[in-house]
């Protein structure tokens, strides 16, 4: 669905002049006004019978002008006098002072979204609204959950409820003061964060949820700074959360956490010794097939084995893909790292995965592996290579991110196959594990 605003983008000088000349006065002033003609889809609240409408997004996504709208049409009515659908509103966030400067004075809060002659009065000695045909709303800090004892509400707006010090108390009093009319109804507006009352909210049958990254917002961004945050955080897990505006789960027992990950970054590439890339082949192709994991993994592996280090350099696995085209993919990743070794599973596959590889390059070197331990426990000695702060990895990797973070010693607890990750896990058992293992193997030494 393309908003007012995106046709007008898009249409042409003439179409523009046709447009607006076939407005009346009164409907050209009222335009600016009407937010339907303006929203982008994700701020359009969704059709259908529903208690909380949940807007994630990334960061500038347009959340809260899409919060501040919905209040505005939930209370006011045909005309500036006329009573809405609501009449007793309650604003919450995080602290008092966040209420204000952003839901009800800030650029896209409610006191600018509102047209002249429907604007409300901020009482700021009652911390509150009230709405020329008498609605009001009124503010609660999330740090004083129990301010919601007492006041009922027929409608309501959470906004960044991830980022509540506490969430499930304020959220909890806010529900059973949300008791007025014949269907009370909520809006929430987050940039998602793992906390636990949101994942309860979006299980409830009677959510409904939109969704946008920052991209969507582009034409109110500035250029540079779209340009720098995804310069900066693009393919990072913290960026699916703070600009894809993703929900990123953390595992209980997980191998790998997302903070470690961040918090290891390669700025600076070191000489490395070696640089494999390993495979996970798809046995089958099309849509609904698995990816197939392609990593590519350089390691300095001078000096004793607790001095060695690694970088993962590239994901460059595929979906729905070929043999032929992972196996091309595979081999012009080693292209592009001057790659010395082709790692490649074959328990699915076997001769036919290396040959494949052949028919395409029979000088490449490979070597097969099988697995014959469980994932967890093959993908625990190379966690612990991580904790260790031996493993670091560049920029863009946050898919493979992704499925390590969902990973524990009894499994993977994601959706699918963790492919991507069984390729790093075979791309590092090659380089560290194994090596390290022959490394402290005793020599034995014949007497002559």
Known sequence: MKSGAAWLACATPEQVEAFLGGLSDNALMALPWLFEFWALPHQVPPEGVWKTWVIMGGRGAGKTRAGAEWVRAEVEGATPLAPGRARRVALVGETVDQVREVMVMGESGILACSPPDRRPVWQATRRRLEWPNGAVAQVFSAHDPDSLRGPQFD????????????????????????????????????TPQNVEVLKAILKNPSTVTTHAPTEANRAHLAASFLAEVQARYGGQRLGLQELQGLLVEEVDGALWKASDLDARRAEVLPAFNRIVVAVDPSVTSGGASDECGIVVVGAVTEGPPQDWRAVVLEDASVRGASPDTWARAAIAAMDRHRADRLVVEVNQGGELVTQVIRSIDALVPIKAVHASKGKGTRAEPVSALYEQGRV???????????????????????????????????????????????HRRPQVRTLG
């Open 155 to 190: 409608a309501a707006w959470a906004d960044e409820l991830a980022k509540w010090p506490k969430g499930q108390e304020a959220w909890d009093q806010l529900q059973f003061g949300l008791r007025l009319g014949e269907n009370p109804r909520q809006v929430v507006t987050t």
């Open 392 to 438: 670091a990895h560049v920029r863009g990797l946050a898919a493979l991110e992704d499925q390590m973070c969902q990973m524990t010693a009894q499994g993977y607890l994601g959706k699918g196959s963790p492919d991507r990750l069984d390729a790093l896990v075979w791309a590092l058992t090659e380089l560290m594990v194994e090596p390290a293992l022959r």
